[in-house]
């Protein structure tokens, strides 16, 4: 039997709902029929977090491959992994077919590539312009689209003419983000078919419950409660770092190194303890001809004893090869954490008091190496989100005063504020100031 008369025993004249029912095993649920059946060419999508936007992107992606011979799906998210979930999420769904179902629909399965028996294709990459240049696209799903660096080169100058001679479909969908974003543009766009479902669809549906609702309220702050479950678009008028200012650092090309596999480099490790409220929480940059890449972060559970987390940096210290400088924040715990590293052989251990004076010159470094675009990080949503998260006032002496929200966490800020302020300068561990010291 040929391929396309294979191909035409599972793509007979059927829509998408009952195909995915049929072949998949899949029922959507209510709010998500509209996404998989819209016909508009340009499709935005703001779901709540845990209402399944995953899946249906992923039903939609494969309905079209298989009833569009010949055509090219792209789906671009934030970063290498983000893509790989999408086409893990993928996979996950053609395996429920039955077997010989799949083996007349499928050529080949690969990590980031699905080939159709059509000639169709599923390409999953990460917002990359060196990985996206020479593609022509049927359609292009932008996944987290509110989180692509360098947004609307993206989009204007590389995502949108991939589709100038095929009249191609665009499906942006997202967590909300900032407003200064081509992605908040397009939930405002009359020509744009616009899906708004928060929380409460997802209750409704029995997907999710009350109580986890209830409990996300409590553990997150306000702003990010907004954004992640009422999917709104949140305004920030005092946050030290702007959400386009945190999405530009973003490189679709990086992701986070294991702590123990052999690295070479100069290495930077910013240490913010924590203990039974605040998590402890290690960062480690590398810097490289003027540049600072964030390659390791790990938050350690509440209440880790400060013994594990030595023994944590030691074996980090271990296989990253040149620690130039380890940057720990003693500010409530007094000197013995500190002594007991340097008595470990952690090497070039030094101590860190955070006050206004202090977390001010690192934040403004940070902030400063942010604009220059000499500081760059993967995607990672906790970590971005600490970012935007902190909040500033100007105190009558003249400093900046830094907060965090009701329930909001900075860890993992403060932890790579440690590490890449250890790139500048010198810290005297000596209370009750965070002295520098010029090169």
Known sequence: ???????????????????????????????????????????????????????????????????????????????????????????????????????????????????????????????????????????????????????????????????????????????????????????????????????????????????????????????????????????????????????NCINADLDYWPFDVDCKGNFYIGVDLGKRVDFTVIAVIEQSEGNHHLRHIHQFPLETPYASVIGYLKILCEHYQNIRKVTVDRTGVGEYPVEDMISSGIPNVEGAVFTLQSKEEMFGFMKQKMLQKQLFYPYDSELIGQINVEEFETTKSGYIRFYTPENAHDDALCALALALYGCRAKVDISPPVFKIVKW
């Open 1 to 247: 039997m040929a391929d396309s008369e294979k191909q035409q025993i599972i793509t007979e004249n059927i829509g998408i709902v009952d195909w995915a029912k049929q072949y998949l095993k899949w029922i959507p649920l209510p709010y998500q029929i509209p996404i998989l059946t819209d016909q508009n060419k340009r499709i935005a999508i703001r779901l709540a977090r845990q209402l399944g936007k995953t899946e249906t992107i992923s039903v939609r992606s494969i309905f079209f491959a298989a009833t569009n011979p010949n055509t090219t799906t792209l789906i671009v998210t934030p970063s290498l992994r983000q893509s790989q979930i999408m086409m893990d999420r993928i996979h996950s769904h053609l395996f429920r077919m039955d077997l010989e179902e799949r083996k007349k629909l499928i050529v080949k399965l690969q990590r980031t590539v699905v080939r159709f028996r059509n000639g169709s294709m599923i390409v999953a990459l990460p917002n990359s312009p060196n990985l996206l240049r020479g593609y022509t696209a049927h359609q292009i799903i932008a996944d987290e689209a509110a989180f692509f660096a360098d947004d609307e080169r993206v989009f204007y100058n590389t995502l949108f003419p991939m589709m100038s001679t095929t009249s191609g479909t665009l499906i942006a969908s997202s967590t909300p983000w900032g407003k200064d974003s081509v992605f908040f543009r397009m939930c405002n766009d009359s020509n744009f078919s616009r899906y708004h479902f928060p929380w409460q669809h997802g209750v409704k549906a029995g997907l999710i419950k009350q109580d986890f609702i209830d409990e996300m309220r409590k553990l997150l702050s306000p702003e990010r409660f907004r954004r992640e479950y009422d999917a709104e678009f949140v305004e920030e008028a005092h946050a030290y770092f702007p959400t386009k200012l945190i999405t």
